[in-house]
């Protein structure tokens, strides 16, 4: 069992920045794979980015390449996503994930543990 919390969403002009951070409860955080997913007004909620267990492997949405970065810190039971050079339609809830197993995968119904989300809003 794992219990995530998500902190750090806000809102921010576009072009700006926010780090997310999503602190998990429990001592084998380390074996979870960690995925950021967001869900925008009347759409289904999407794969952002997502790290293995190491966090050696990270994958991302087309969307948010090159402009995201996931990362993970084992030791602090927490996982962070960096948000960069942030779009309107960015806009979401941002919801941290936990799915006990090796692959990062891009499906809500694979992942078993959710935060309660946290609100992004870029502005035009």
């Known amino acids: 069992q794992v219990q995530l919390v998500e902190s750090g969403g806000g809102l921010v002009q576009a072009g700006g920045s926010l780090r997310l951070s999503c602190a998990a409860s429990?001592?084998?955080?380390?074996?979870?794979?960690m995925a950021w997913f967001r869900q925008a007004p009347g759409k289904e909620r999407e794969f952002v980015a997502g790290v293995s267990r190491s966090g050696g492997s990270t994958y991302y949405a087309d969307s948010v390449k090159g402009r995201f970065t996931i990362s993970r810190d084992n030791a602090k039971n927490t996982a962070f996503l960096q948000m960069n050079s942030l779009k309107p339609e960015d806009t979401a809830v941002y919801f941290c994930a936990a799915r006990f197993g090796q692959d990062v995968l891009v499906s809500t119904d694979r992942y078993g543990y959710w935060g309660q989300g946290t609100q992004v809003t870029v502005s035009s």
């Open positions: 429990g001592r084998t955080f380390s074996r979870y794979v």
